[in-house]
Every structure is written in C-alpha cells, then in structure tokens.
C-alpha cells in the first residue's frame, strides 16, 4: 500500500466495481455478522501517522474541518468527481474541435460536483449520520452501504442518457469512447470500496476529500471558491487590475461581455451558486477572462504534527 502523500493526487488500483462490488438493496448500519467482519477490518486501520497526515492537508491545507463528517464529505465530492469524471476519457473528449468547451467543462463540472455532493448528501442521512458528527461515525456503516453509494454513483456517471447542463447527453459527446470511459469510473470508484474495505470508511472518504481539495482547490464547491469569485468579479469590473497584466492589455482583447453576466453581483451569484446555470456564451466569458488564473496555491503543511 503506497503511503497516504503519495497517493491522495490520484485513485485506482482496485478490480472495477461493475464486476467486483456485491451490492446491498439499501444503505443502513452494519447487522451482527457484518458487526464482525467490521471490527476485523478495522484492526489493519491506517497508521497514525496517516490519519494525522490526511488530518492536516484537509485543515491546514484544504481548510475544512477534518472531524466533521459533512464537511469531509462534501470535499470527497470533488475529489470522486476529479478523479473519475475529470481525470477520464472526457480530457480526450474536451481536446481539439469536440463538443466540449472550456466553458462547457466549467458548467460540467460544477453540475456533476453538485450531483454528487447530493447523492453523497442523501446517503449519509439515511445512514443515520449527521453533518457535524465525528468523522469516525463514518465506521458504523457496514461495507455494503458503501457498496451501495459507490454503484450508484457508477451507474450514474456511466449512464450514456444522462444530461449534462450544456444541452448534450454523455453518449453525445462520449461517441465510441464510453466503453472507455466506463472502465475508467469502474476502477476509479473500485478503488474508493477497496480502500474503505481494506482500512476504514472514514480514511478512504477523507483521502478522497484531501485529494479533492488539493488538486480542485480553485473549483465550486470548495472553501476556496467564493473568495476566487469575489477577486474575479472585481477585476472584471476593473481594466487596471494587476490580473489583466501590464498596461491591461489582457482585458483589452476581451470578447464583450455577455448580457447574462454584464451586472457583476448577478456574475457573482451565479458563479457562487450554481455556474452551470450561465448560458456557453456567459460561461466561455468567464473562462476567457481567466477565472482559473485566479486560484492560490496551497499552503504549506505545518512543521509539527497537528495536535487538534
């Protein structure tokens, strides 16, 4: 098992949950016999020093609170979506002349974050566990549960029928390459269940939140997000801002600026609340200007262990 660092920028490894995942009929807590199997599986828990390494990317680095399980979970969002929708075949779909826009992609993955998130959302709650409890609340849901979310979430990304919020299906702009990406979801999400079975449900959703927060930290959806579209609906109301560069050269070569968006607060809201409701033009505006330029790098971790 490669360590926690060097694995929380990427997920795989695990048999494709279409073939491997043996599925409950519903989400709930663990009944006697899976009581055991529980406890057995969480004697080969992480290593302290994992726990307390994940613990503080998603702190110091992520900015949530890594013992609040709605928080935790929410982040686990981004990061499922990052690693199996947006680190797929859909990069291929996205390159050269495809159906996929850089606005396009923008709207997507908001939409697909916010999908998720309500899906993850919904199963939590009826697992019986609420947003502010501890994090290791997560161990008193029985593998099958996790089974049970991680098919779901499969069969929604694969299915060729869903809509996507830019007016296309998945097998509009997927074409010959949805047996691709289907495989690629299967062993992306396999590998979340692997993990959850092998050492805890609660290290395997947090591993999958600090991922999320490290590679998607400029994305909606996460801590950082509203102050990014805060410093972006300022600069785009001013051509002398230092993001336009020297002379505002940059903001100079801009294409006019969709009526959708022309008001600054209604940019604001809509990038902070919902971004797949902007129309392509309004959306490829924003792309354009360089909202994604915006973003901050992660601060450091801190020198000692984190004793919170």
């Keep these: 098992m490669i360590s926690a660092l060097e694995s929380v920028a990427r997920m795989g490894g695990a048999e494709p949950i279409a073939a491997a995942v043996t599925v409950s009929d519903s989400p709930g807590h663990a009944d006697e016999h899976e009581q055991g199997h529980d406890e057995a599986r969480r004697a080969d828990r992480p290593t302290k020093q994992e726990e307390l390494l994940v613990a503080q990317m998603l702190r110091h680095q992520v900015g949530i609170d890594p013992d609040q399980v709605g928080a935790v979970l929410d982040m686990a969002a981004v990061g499922l979506v990052n690693s199996a929708w947006r680190n797929s075949p859909v990069e291929d779909w996205h390159a050269g002349d495809g159906p996929l826009s850089d ?10 974050t916010h999908r998720v998130r309500d899906m993850i959302r919904r199963w939590r ?11 290791t609340d997560l161990d008193t849901i029985d593998i099958g549960a996790v089974e049970w979310l991680l098919r779901k979430l499969y069969r929604w990304f ?63 959806g996460t801590p950082a997000w509203p102050h990014l579209v805060d410093r972006f609906a300022a600069a785009v109301d001013d051509a002398s801002d230092p993001h336009w560069g020297q002379d505002g050269q940059w903001f100079a070569r801009l294409p006019t600026r969709p009526a ?6 209604s940019l604001r809201r ?6 797949w409701k902007l129309d392509a033009a309004s959306a490829n505006y924003v792309v354009t200007a360089g909202i994604g330029y915006m973003r901050d790098s992660a601060p450091p971790l801190p020198a000692t262990p984190d004793n919170h």
């Design 103 to 112: 606005g396009g992609i923008l709207r997507v993955n908001s939409h697909t």
């Design 125 to 135: 709650t009826d697992c019986g566990i609420d947003a502010h409890s501890s994090t």
């Design 158 to 220: 694969t299915d060729p029928k869903r809509n996507l919020p830019i007016g296309l299906t998945l097998a509009d702009i997927a074409g010959d390459g949805l047996g691709e990406f289907d495989d690629h979801v299967a062993e992306t999400l396999g590998a979340v269940v692997a993990l959850a079975e092998e050492r805890s449900n609660h290290f395997a959703f947090g591993r999958a939140a600090a991922h999320g927060g490290l590679a998607c930290h400029h994305w909606w």
């Design 260 to 265: 959708q968006i022309a008001d600054s607060s």
């Design 270 to 275: 809509l990038l902070v609340r919902h971004p």
